[in-house]
C-alpha cells in the first residue's frame, strides 16, 4: 500500500498500461508518489506554464495536464512518440479531457528549448521537469533557467541514479553518472537558485529561481 498517493483514473491507467506493455523499462516510468510532488508544486506555484523533457509514455504528462488550469499548458518534449503509440496515450489524454493543454514536440529537447527561447518565452514557464538522456542535462538546466520566472521551479530526476553518483569511479568511468555528479555539484553552489535535494524515488532536486 502507498500511503498517501492519490491518482486520478486515466493516470493510473496509463500507468498500469505502460507497466504491462514495458515490464522490463518500468523502471523509466516516473513513479507514483513523485507525480504526485509534482502535482503539488504544480498548484503550490499557480502554474499555468510547464515543459517536460521526457516524455516516455506520458504518465507525468498527463499528471501535470490534470493539475493546471483549463488554460494551462505543457510543453512536452521527446525525440518520439513510439512508446505513447505503444500504450495507446492519447486515448487517456482525451478521457481525461486535457489533450489540448499538451503540446507535444518531436524534436531535440535542446531545439525545442532555443525555439522558445527564439519565440520570446524567456521567464514565461513557471515549472520545468528534466528526465531524459543524462549528459545533456546540464544544457538542459541552463535553458530552463532562461525560460522560467523568477520564483518558478526546476525539477530534476535521477539525481542520486541508484546511488552510483557516491561511487567515486563510476564519476569517471560511466557517462552519466559523471554528467549527473557534475550537474549535483554545479546546482549545489549555483547562487542563482535555491535548492532542496530529496532522497526519494530516484533522487529529485528542486531548484527554485531567485
Known sequence: MEYGVR?????????QATVTKYHTKHSMLC??????????????IKAKKVIEIGVY???????MAMTLPTDGKVVACDVTDEFMKDVQSEQYFKEAGVESK??????????????????????SFD????????????QYYEKSLRLIRKGGLIVIDNVLWSS???????RISDENTKAL?????????DTRVVISMMPFADGVTIAMKL
Not at 57 to 63: A, I, K
Not at 164 to 170: F, L, M, N, T, Y
Not at 181 to 189: A, D, G, R
Open 102 to 123: 499538451i503540446d507535444l514536440r518531436l524534436q531535440s529537447a535542446i531545439t525545442t528549448l532555443d525555439e522558445l527561447l527564439a519565440a520570446g518565452e524567456a521567464e
Open 127 to 138: 515549472l520545468v521537469f528534466i528526465d531524459a538522456d543524462k549528459p545533456s542535462y546540464d
Open 164 to 170: 552510483r553518483v557516491c561511487d567515486p569511479e563510476k
Open 57 to 63: 509514455t506520458g504518465y507525468n504528462t498527463l499528471s
Open 181 to 189: 555528479h557534475n550537474l549535483n555539484m554545479k546546482v549545489h553552489k
Open 31 to 44: 513513479s507514483a508518489d513523485e507525480a504526485q510532488l509534482m502535482r503539488l508544486l504544480i498548484q503550490l
Open 7 to 15: 491518482e486520478p483514473l486515466p493516470l493510473k491507467q496509463l500507468g
